[in-house]
């Protein structure tokens, strides 16, 4: 499937209606599961029935708002949703009687316009004002997963192998990695490579880097394809950044680079430079360091993302930027030597469950505040910065990202930029859903404190 990215920002469709008809046509297809995202990023679906596909593509399909969380209120519930045909796919697991595919769409309000609460528009809006600069914001996520076990409907407390980095004899999942790749590569996801992470029971696979649309419709299906195929084999996939204490959490590092829309090369480069990085590179880089803090609870958006964000298990804590030094926030790559076209940035505190049309908006709208009042990059910390002192840290003037989730709100209210970019429906839903969560965690009394203080006190 060829994807581009059309002058307003918004992706071109690769197939048209009659395409997409008949292929359901030969591929016997019965029914059809239109999809979209909650603000927290849940995949939510309506499945219609393929006769109707064809009314759906030109009229829409109706739907209740009220009942998705963080859309809208009761009085104005009313909304619609639009396929995006070039994201249509037959689901493969899902082959047979009831043979079914699945479509990401648009969310509409009834006069027409782009429903603002939808995660998908957010994006849409800041990849078009980024337009508008004459750019086009390319993505690849990594993201990892933990397998475990299952004894019925249970899950075990234990990882599914005790492999480690690369691990070939103790790599228990080689199998269904390849059935995961299969399975992605039939939705229309082009897989780089896959592999065991660290940690024990610990996975990543990596898909083609691509326009930030597409990379975020693709890493919504990524995780319920992931998850479909690991129920297939009896055990359960999961995104939680930090489900087993004493080794290392799940993130979801992203790659991210700038296209000039005039001729599609990389607005990054700059070969005369010492880390090989334009200006605008370098803009776009410091306005993510300057908003890290107000972006932290989006990119790690559970009380859980911040058991991850901790010394010793190469997840970043503190803000600094760097080449190869994977103790800093963001990282600059090694690219191969006459592949300058390859440049670009790593951020590494996002996790898998943010929601990714979220993370990039937000992602984008610190970088452009970057380029756009030309901030200064600050010097690169190449050393580990994990054994820096706190004296180290001050006289380096080296910041730590939010250590809890109620920070990490508390950042991103004060951040009218991020604040800006999310827009105030989604601002102030996700906000309340998470200060819910927040609240809950706090008044939470833990087995840990049990332990430590019943019998103490």
């Known amino acids: 499937m060829v994807l581009e990215i059309a002058p307003a920002g918004r992706r071109k469709p690769a197939h048209s209606a009659d395409d997409v008809l008949a292929l359901c046509r030969d591929e016997d297809v019965q029914f059809v599961n239109l999809q979209f995202t909650d603000v927290m990023g849940i995949p939510k679906l309506v ?15 109706w739907f209740d708002g009220s009942s998705i969380a963080g859309f809208a209120r009761i009085a104005e519930s009313d909304m619609f949703l639009m396929p995006d045909l070039a994201t249509f796919n037959i689901i493969p697991w899902e082959r047979g009687r ?21 995660p998908r528009a957010v994006l849409l809006q800041q990849l078009e004002r980024l337009a508008k600069l004459g750019f086009a914001f390319y993505t690849g996520p990594e993201l990892e997963f933990f397998l475990f076990r299952k004894d019925g409907d249970e899950i075990s407390v234990l990882p599914h192998d005790r492999g480690g980095y690369f691990d070939l004899s103790t790599d228990l999942a080689a199998e269904v990695r390849k059935d995961m790749i299969r399975a992605l590569q039939q939705m229309g996801i082009k897989v780089e490579a896959g592999h065991h992470e660290v940690a024990i029971g610990q996975h990543e696979i990596d898909f083609e880097y691509a326009d930030a649309m597409t990379t975020a419709d693709q890493a919504t299906t990524f995780k319920f394809t992931l998850k479909a195929i690991a129920q297939q084999h009896g055990l359960h996939a999961t995104f939680m950044p930090k489900p087993v204490e004493g080794i290392a959490g799940s993130g979801m590092h992203t790659h991210q680079s700038l296209a000039w829309l005039a001729d599609g090369s990389n607005a990054f480069v700059d070969e005369d430079d010492a880390y090989g990085l334009s200006t605008i590179a370098k803009h776009f880089l410091a306005g993510q360091l300057h908003h890290i803090r107000g972006m932290t609870a989006i990119l790690n958006p559970l009380v ?30 090694a690219i191969r030597a006459g592949r300058t076209n390859a440049t670009r940035i790593e951020l590494r ?13 937000v992602m984008v709208a610190a970088g452009m505040d970057g380029i756009n009042r030309e901030l200064p990059l600050p010097e690169p910390i190449e050393e580990n910065v994990y054994h820096f002192s706190e004296e180290d840290l001050q006289r380096r003037n080296i910041g730590t990202l939010p250590s809890t989730l109620g920070e990490a709100i508390d950042e991103l209210q004060r951040d009218d930029v991020i604040r800006d970019a999310l827009g105030e429906h989604v601002f102030e839903r996700l906000i309340e859903a998470q200060k819910q969560e ?20």
């Open 304 to 333: 859980n993302s911040y058991r991850r964000l901790v010394p010793g298990y190469e997840a970043p804590v503190y803000i600094s930027w760097a080449r190869q030094n994977r103790s800093a926030l963001i990282r600059v790559p």
């Open 47 to 61: 499945t219609i029935p393929v006769d109707v596909f064809p009314e759906v593509i030109e009229h829409g399909q």
């Open 438 to 457: 927040w609240k809950a965690f706090c008044r939470h009394v833990s087995a840990w404190e049990r332990e430590r203080y019943l019998e103490v006190y």
């Open 98 to 118: 009831n043979t079914t595919a699945q479509v990401v769409c648009w969310v509409y309000k009834p006069n027409g316009e782009l429903f603002m609460g939808d």
């Open 349 to 361: 505190c996002p996790d898998p469950t943010s929601n990714p049309y979220l993370a990039y908006a």
